[in-house]
């Protein structure tokens, strides 16, 4: 039974960790960089350790550090919480190796859905619908050039062991292929160390879709699918459960292709399934073995702690949760509030928050770790408060987002509060009518 | 007379963001003086909304401040040759250093042509919003 969690991260999601485990009974441990000590998980966990200076390689993620803390408080889990560690199979193999409860999937699965090669053929085998292309590095232009006409143009090039869209390259025509794999293998051997590139269908107007999933390794349930097709620079912006645009025939068979899949898999833990949608048809896009930023959606949806669920299977190895008893109730939005000015291409914004009304009211939830008089470090993420607004269809969880994102006020550095205000308004939005590369098209950001 | 209201909102609008209690504007012709009915802004407030810019910045400086606080770095990675250097001629818009802030590279351009003077930062070091950067001749 787990008794002392330590939250291995910061910000609002080791505010909502600390959250679940005081109403668990579970003592907290919060771990924090120095540029840290005034910050609220701080103040809100039963004990504090400083972990290391500003600078997050020497804080957040030094293993050591952490471990040195886990010792001194005489815990006995960690909460990865998600991005830092949360994701990183090295870190979950040291604490297999150590006998630590890791509140998270085997470090042999993170292992697998951090390749993005690996991670495909694996879902290929569980029957997933996966993208066209190649399932191995290019090593051969000829065999490249052969791949990409089989395909169809355009192709896109992507690092192996990559994201954020770095080593990613769009290409058109034939002629352009061999210069853009050259350029994409440097890139993602600068980024990656790891000079592994494949060829992929290139999707000109994608959806995002995912699906929520928790398994304690023998039963998997969902939670529904969310729909995070509101997107700059591939950073999700705007979520919501259910997917506006899906019937109810391709959302069921989606809910229960991925359940299906996930059984075969053995996973432990809370997870999502992250597939592309266009004309009517999914493709798998890559799973991530932790708790996502977007979590809130599918609990307002369900009435499901996913928090609370993940430590419950940690901790007796057990999902007490049966399908049947999960019911999807009502529409759910989620508006992400960066510290940044939209107007100036999202230039961070760190500082003093001068004055902070957070929005409440019915159907109205607000997870962050801000407050009046604190400083928004330059050092760590410009997330800082996601909106969560829940309403008995889209129209009326609509009509809540706006209204608090009226109420809600952060004074003393920039948001993107107003961005929300015009992207929720926007008849495009309303319509249903974008694709994850929208809000960079769309008149909001291009106004002169 | 006619009364000027699009410059008065916008006064309104700058008064309110800097949490201002008082300004005053005068184009030589015209002049308009806002300011709010009650002096209540507490005092935490106002103290540090207006805090470095008028104390750090001499009046005379020229050159490129920061546009954000975060960790500002010389050259474009690690080991390379810094973007600009003593005696350089930077134009408008080239790129003088880096500065990373949430997780972000930010290019920051220069705001002016000239000659580099002075760099005023040293590499890696943190900058905090509207801080010199480089003097420009």
Same mark, same amino acid.
């Given at each position: 039974?787990?008794k002392?969690i330590?939250?291995?991260n910061?910000?609002?999601?080791a505010?909502r960790v600390?959250?679940?485990c005081?109403e668990?009974?579970?003592?907290?441990?919060?771990?924090?960089s120095s540029a840290?000590?005034? /910050?609220?998980?701080v103040?809100?966990?039963d004990?504090?350790?400083?972990?290391?200076?500003p600078?997050?390689?020497?804080s957040y993620?030094s293993?050591p550090?952490?471990l040195?803390?886990?010792?001194?408080t005489?815990s006995d889990?960690?909460h990865?919480?998600?991005?830092?560690?949360?994701e990183?199979y090295e870190?979950?193999?040291i604490l297999e190796?150590?006998?630590?409860?890791?509140?998270?999937?085997?470090?042999n699965?993170?292992?697998?859905m951090?390749d993005?090669?690996?991670?495909?053929?694996?879902?290929?085998?569980?029957?997933?619908?996966?993208i066209k292309?190649?399932?191995?590095?290019?090593?051969?232009?000829n065999?490249a050039?052969?791949?990409?006409?089989?395909i169809?143009?355009?192709v896109?090039?992507k690092?192996a062991g990559?994201?954020?869209?770095?080593?990613?390259?769009?290409v058109?025509?034939?002629?352009?292929l061999?210069?853009n794999v050259i350029d994409a293998?440097?890139?993602a051997k600068?980024?990656?160390?790891n000079?592994?590139?494949?060829?992929?269908?290139f999707f000109q107007?994608?959806?995002h879709?995912?699906?929520?999933?928790?398994?304690?390794?023998k039963?998997v349930?969902?939670?529904g699918?969310?729909?995070?097709?509101?997107q700059?620079r591939?950073?999700?912006?705007?979520?919501?459960s259910p997917?506006?645009?899906l019937t109810?025939?391709?959302?069921?068979k989606?809910?229960?292709?991925?359940v299906?899949?996930?059984s075969?898999l053995g996973?432990?833990?809370?997870g999502?399934l992250?597939?592309?949608y266009?004309?009517?048809?999914?493709?798998f896009?890559?799973?991530?073995t932790?708790l996502?930023?977007?979590?809130p959606?599918?609990e /307002?949806?369900t009435?499901v702690?996913?928090v609370k669920?993940?430590i419950?299977i940690?901790?007796t190895g057990?999902?007490?949760?049966d399908q049947?008893?999960?019911?999807f109730?009502?529409?759910?939005?989620?508006?992400r509030i960066?510290?940044?000015n939209?107007?100036?291409d999202?230039?961070p914004?760190a500082?003093?928050i001068?004055?902070?009304?957070i929005?409440s009211?019915p159907g109205?939830?607000?997870?962050s770790?801000?407050y009046?008089g604190y400083v928004?470090?330059?050092?760590y993420d410009?997330?800082?408060?996601?909106?969560?607004?829940h309403g008995r269809?889209?129209?009326s969880a609509?009509a809540r987002s706006?209204?608090?994102l009226?109420?809600f006020?952060?004074?003393?550095i920039?948001t993107?509060?107003?961005?929300?205000k015009?992207?929720?308004?926007h008849?495009?939005?309303?319509?249903f009518?974008?694709d994850?590369?929208?809000l960079?098209k769309s008149?909001i950001l291009?106004k002169? | 007379m006619?009364?000027?209201?699009d410059?008065?909102?916008?006064l309104?609008?700058?008064?309110d963001?800097?949490?201002l209690?008082?300004?005053s504007?005068?184009?030589?012709?015209?002049?308009?003086?806002?300011g709010?009915?009650?002096?209540?802004?507490p005092?935490?407030?106002?103290s540090?909304?207006? /805090?470095?810019?008028?104390?750090k910045?001499?009046g005379?400086?020229?050159?490129?401040?920061?546009?954000m606080?975060?960790t500002?770095?010389?050259?474009p990675?690690p080991g390379a040759?810094p973007f600009v250097?003593?005696?350089?001629?930077?134009k408008?818009?080239?790129?003088i250093?880096i500065?990373e802030a949430?997780?972000?590279m930010?290019?920051i351009?220069?705001?002016?042509?000239?000659i580099?003077e002075?760099i005023?930062v040293?590499d890696?070091?943190s900058?905090?919003?509207?801080?010199?950067?480089?003097?420009i001749?």
């Amino acid at each position: 039974m787990i008794k002392k969690i330590l939250i291995a991260n910061r910000g609002e999601i080791a505010v909502r960790v600390i959250r679940a485990c005081k109403e668990l009974g579970i003592k907290s441990v919060a771990v924090h960089s120095s540029a840290d000590k005034d /910050a609220m998980h701080v103040q809100l966990a039963d004990e504090s350790v400083c972990i290391g200076p500003p600078k997050a390689s020497d804080s957040y993620l030094s293993i050591p550090n952490l471990l040195s803390a886990y010792e001194l408080t005489g815990s006995d889990s960690i909460h990865p919480g998600y991005g830092f560690l949360s994701e990183n199979y090295e870190f979950a193999k040291i604490l297999e190796d150590h006998k630590i409860n890791f509140i998270g999937p085997s470090s042999n699965l993170i292992k697998k859905m951090g390749d993005k090669i690996e991670a495909k053929k694996i879902a290929k085998e569980l029957g997933l619908p996966t993208i066209k292309g190649s399932d191995k590095g290019i090593t051969d232009i000829n065999e490249a050039k052969k791949m990409a006409e089989e395909i169809g143009y355009p192709v896109l090039i992507k690092a192996a062991g990559g994201g954020g869209g770095k080593g990613m390259k769009i290409v058109y025509e034939g002629k352009d292929l061999e210069k853009n794999v050259i350029d994409a293998k440097s890139e993602a051997k600068k980024f990656f160390n790891n000079d592994e590139v494949f060829i992929e269908k290139f999707f000109q107007n994608p959806r995002h879709i995912e699906v929520q999933i928790l398994s304690d390794g023998k039963k998997v349930v969902h939670l529904g699918e969310r729909d995070c097709t509101v997107q700059r620079r591939y950073q999700k912006l705007v979520e919501e459960s259910p997917s506006p645009v899906l019937t109810n025939e391709e959302r069921n068979k989606l809910l229960e292709n991925s359940v299906n899949s996930i059984s075969k898999l053995g996973y432990k833990g809370a997870g999502t399934l992250e597939f592309i949608y266009e004309n009517g048809e999914f493709f798998f896009l890559e799973m991530n073995t932790r708790l996502q930023v977007e979590h809130p959606v599918s609990e /307002a949806v369900t009435g499901v702690d996913l928090v609370k669920r993940q430590i419950e299977i940690a901790s007796t190895g057990n999902l007490e949760l049966d399908q049947s008893q999960i019911s999807f109730n009502g529409h759910a939005i989620e508006c992400r509030i960066n510290a940044e000015n939209y107007k100036k291409d999202f230039q961070p914004s760190a500082g003093k928050i001068t004055s902070c009304h957070i929005p409440s009211g019915p159907g109205t939830r607000v997870d962050s770790a801000i407050y009046q008089g604190y400083v928004v470090q330059p050092f760590y993420d410009s997330m800082i408060a996601k909106l969560i607004s829940h309403g008995r269809d889209r129209k009326s969880a609509l009509a809540r987002s706006l209204r608090a994102l009226d109420e809600f006020v952060i004074s003393g550095i920039d948001t993107t509060i107003d961005l929300h205000k015009e992207i929720l308004k926007h008849k495009d939005f309303l319509s249903f009518n974008y694709d994850v590369n929208w809000l960079a098209k769309s008149d909001i950001l291009n106004k002169n | 007379m006619k009364i000027n209201k699009d410059k008065i909102k916008e006064l309104v609008k700058i008064l309110d963001e800097l949490n201002l209690t008082e300004l005053s504007y005068s184009d030589g012709k015209e002049s308009i003086k806002v300011g709010k009915g009650t002096l209540s802004v507490p005092s935490v407030v106002s103290s540090n909304n207006l /805090a470095s810019a008028p104390t750090k910045s001499s009046g005379k400086f020229n050159g490129v401040k920061s546009p954000m606080v975060g960790t500002a770095y010389l050259a474009p990675e690690p080991g390379a040759k810094p973007f600009v250097t003593v005696g350089s001629k930077v134009k408008k818009g080239d790129t003088i250093l880096i500065i990373e802030a949430m997780k972000t590279m930010n290019h920051i351009p220069s705001t002016q042509d000239g000659i580099v003077e002075e760099i005023c930062v040293n590499d890696g070091e943190s900058v905090e919003f509207d801080q010199e950067l480089i003097k420009i001749k």
